[in-house]
């Protein structure tokens, strides 16, 4: 018997390759996503990728101008990301966008972060997390704070890496 006793509250649970790598893009992502509601109150597109060594880094468009429509701004980065994928430059990737929901979270919430994570295995997740915006009035005398709603994971299809594939395996033709 042990004289010590462990009092982790969270223990270690083992996770299978794909399950971590989502993890690690997901926390970037929200990590991100908190900082930017916070500081600004509203939240554009923006991705994170991972590449062959497991770094993960903030993806960013070589534009002159970004797009005010938020919609064009995730096509681009889309289009962006695809082509990296295509040059084998990243092996996963977290894609965000700010969504209106259709019906209020069961917290209440209306407004939410939705990630699209995806890896070259084929691992595609979609993850929606609900959130709230509290304080920031009066002429930012109240500080804004971000209080974030329980998260729904989706499994389903992976998108972009079965596209670049595809476009990779046509232009071998």
Not at 89 to 116: F, H, K, M, W
Not at 127 to 147: D, S
């Amino acid at each position: 018997m042990s004289l010590f006793r462990s009092h982790d509250p969270f223990p270690v649970v083992e996770q299978a390759p794909d399950q971590r790598r989502a993890t690690q893009l997901l926390n970037a992502a929200m990590t991100y996503a908190h900082l930017i509601l916070r500081r600004y109150g509203e939240l554009a597109p923006f991705a994170f990728a991972m590449d062959a060594e497991g770094q993960i880094a903030r993806e960013t468009i070589e534009i002159p101008r970004l797009p005010r429509d938020p919609e064009h701004q995730y096509k681009l980065l889309t289009e962006h990301i695809v082509e990296r994928i295509r040059r084998g430059a990243i092996q996963g990737v977290a894609i965000a966008a700010n969504v209106r929901l259709a019906a209020p979270s069961q917290e209440g919430y209306a407004d939410a972060v939705v990630l699209t994570i995806e890896q070259q295995s084929g691992h595609a997740l979609q993850v929606t997390v609900p959130y709230r915006i509290y304080g920031g009035q009066l002429f930012h005398l109240l500080p804004r704070r971000v209080a974030l709603g329980q998260h729904v994971v989706e499994e389903g299809p992976g998108r972009l890496f079965h596209s670049s594939l595809r476009e990779r395996a046509s232009e071998n033709s």
